[in-house]
């Protein structure tokens, strides 16, 4: 395959941009409907994912050698396709089945099109235009958010909880960056120290919570690469470290919530998650079907919200999202991949110990993290899955090219030796 050209990642960059939601506050109104979404990115969506099918048929057959390293998504893809069939929402769910379906062959394009260090180049500069602006909308009170939280900023995002996410994984990519990258490493420094402003800013523990399991995750993959060696002795080590930090936290939760100035509910978490789960239990082997559950007053999401008390968007758990959507099957179906793309992951780092073969992991360390109290997971045109199928696909393509290479060098070498 040809290299991108200038064009083709200014394009890449714009598609990812827009995947972030950034500005989208600036178009919130008492008569948005979240179920319906904003007509003119409906649009700008359409166009963005025509020219992503066109330059994958201009790869020719690259898409099928990815999707046949990438298998896993393809069963995900038929159960939420096959599950308008019994959607209570068919409409809805037909709707946004097609748009998660180009959302993965946009990842499908990003990762056939980008290493590991390009896709952190591509979002580098997003990163940056979301720091500056975001200082920039909370000093002068820009956008609108959607629970007007006091004292809580929520930058050019819809809420507190997008802008700590988003800036905890611009940490991260910053942070890493200064690594595949010393020269440039001051100012990655400096991108990362106002990202962690604004995590701290928007008061969102999702957003501490997923720096800290980040960071922890890349100091014990650098303690890896420092001593290759040691690893299992130092693997072990962070077992017996996390169970006893997470005994610690459980023996002393009333204190550890108060510190971050929660109650006992995790800001009403836990009602949700129980009255959904209760309502859930109606379809437990295949859902009620893509985002059939939470429609407002219209579907079984009413009795949640009547349950917590306020209008809830979602289930702030993104593998009870998936449950709730597809049931124990779609689960199942995720969960496979999810383990067999975190193994490729980790055996991509093992084999070359390079920093920028840590991104897979971290990554899905992050995402796996925030999906323990939010419902960023299976999105549609959103960045966070975009990225799930780019690592994920990729990581399967560099150990397959890894292997065969060294098989090469293997013939190579027997051919000289018999010469």
């Not at 046949?68 to 709707?95: E, Q, Y």
């Not at 593998?319 to 049931?327: C, H, P, S, T, V």
Request: with cysteine.
């Amino acid at each position: 395959m040809n290299p991108p050209g200038k064009l083709e990642q200014i394009f890449a960059i714009v598609l990812l941009f827009l995947s972030t939601g950034a500005f989208t506050n600036l178009f919130l109104d008492r008569t948005f409907d979240a179920t319906k979404g904003l007509p003119f990115l409906q649009a700008l969506w359409a166009f963005l994912y025509l020219i992503v099918f066109f330059l994958l048929y201009s790869e020719g057959g690259g898409l099928w050698a990815l999707l046949k390293r990438g298998w896993p998504f393809l069963p995900l893809l038929l159960v939420i396709v096959l599950s308008v069939l019994w959607s209570d929402a068919k409409g809805l769910t037909a709707r946004r089945s097609v748009a998660l379906v180009l959302t993965t062959v946009a990842g499908l394009y990003v990762s056939m099109r980008f290493n590991f260090a390009e896709q952190m180049r591509l979002l580098m500069p997003i990163m940056k235009v979301c720091v500056v602006f975001s200082f920039i909308f909370g000093a002068f009170e820009i956008g609108h958010s959607v629970d007007n939280l006091p004292g809580a900023w929520y930058g050019v995002f819809i809420q507190r909880n997008e802008l700590g996410m988003m800036m905890s994984l611009s940490t991260l990519i910053f942070v890493l960056w200064s690594r595949i990258d010393p020269e440039d490493r001051w100012s990655a420094y400096g991108w990362a120290f106002l990202s962690v402003v604004l995590v701290l800013l928007s008061r969102s523990v999702t957003g501490f919570f997923s720096l800290a399991a980040g960071m922890l995750t890349l100091l014990l993959l650098r303690q890896i690469r420092s001593h290759p060696k040691r690893r299992r002795f130092i693997l072990r080590i962070t077992v017996l470290a996390a169970a006893v930090g997470l005994y610690l936290v459980a023996a002393n939760l009333s204190s550890v919530l108060t510190l971050f100035d929660r109650d006992s509910t995790l800001t009403g978490r836990t009602t949700i998650w129980g009255a959904s789960i209760f309502l859930g239990l109606d379809h437990p082997w295949i859902g009620y079907g893509f985002n059939a559950f939470w429609l407002g007053e219209e579907g079984p999401s009413r009795l949640v919200r009547q349950v917590a008390a306020w209008d809830v968007p979602s289930a702030h758990n993104g593998f009870l999202e998936i449950w709730l959507d597809l049931g124990f099957l779609g689960l199942l179906v995720f969960f496979v991949g999810l383990v067999r793309f975190a193994w490729k992951a980790t055996q991509c780092f093992m084999h070359t110990y390079r920093w920028e073969n840590t991104w897979p992991i971290l990554f899905l360390a992050f995402l796996v993290v925030v999906n323990l109290v939010q419902s960023a997971l299976i999105s549609t045109n959103f960045i966070f899955w975009i990225l799930y199928v780019a690592v994920s696909v990729r990581v399967c393509f560099s150990n397959d090219v890894g292997r065969e290479g060294a098989a090469r060098r293997k013939e190579t070498s027997a051919d000289l030796a018999r010469e």
